[in-house]
């Protein structure tokens, strides 16, 4: 078993706070000191109440789940033979209602864009098993409820 820790730190300062005009910013720290700038969405909480150039926990999770899928695929990929050069990915998570009327990031659009090098090129169905497997390994997908699709480009 693991733990992951994550400190969140807010501040009111001095705002009113019950007249719900107070900033959405704060702040994440993780276990190796690092400190991410996060806010509500601006889609949540209208401008200036939220911090736009701010991590979000919408795009947190999207880049989670990415994240996750990514390592698992390099991991695989290597245990393959295939030397990756580059991961690109432009994951799009969609929030709309989920089965129970509440809102929800209901699906993660993951469009991950390998390049290989040397010798050894993926075909379409390695590729395709590669990707297949990295959503079965990955932590997070595993913790979801939202549907994560994988288009590779």
């Known amino acids: 078993m693991h733990h992951y820790q ?3 730190k807010w501040q009111r300062g001095e705002q ?21 700038p996060a806010s509500s969405s601006p889609l949540s909480v ?5 911090v736009a150039e701010n ?8 880049a989670a789940a990415s994240s996750c899928h990514m390592l698992f695929f390099l991991w695989l990929a290597g245990k393959k033979g295939f030397i990756v050069d580059e991961y690109l ?5 969609l929030m709309d209602k989920n089965e129970h009327g509440k809102l929800a990031i209901t699906k993660i659009t993951l469009r991950p864009l390998v390049i290989f ?17 990295a959503h079965e390994e990955c932590y997070i997908a595993n913790s979801l409820r939202a549907d994560i699709v994988i288009e590779p480009a």
């Open 6 to 8: 994550a400190s969140i």
């Open 16 to 36: 009113v706070f019950t007249d719900n005009k107070y900033s959405r910013a704060h702040d994440w720290q993780f276990d190796g000191g690092l400190v991410v």
């Open 46 to 50: 209208p401008l200036p109440l939220s």
């Open 55 to 62: 991590v979000d926990p919408e795009e947190a999770l999207v």
């Open 89 to 93: 990915d432009h994951a799009v998570g």
């Open 117 to 133: 090098s040397g010798d050894r090129q993926a075909t379409s169905e390695e590729l395709a098993a590669l990707h297949h497997q």
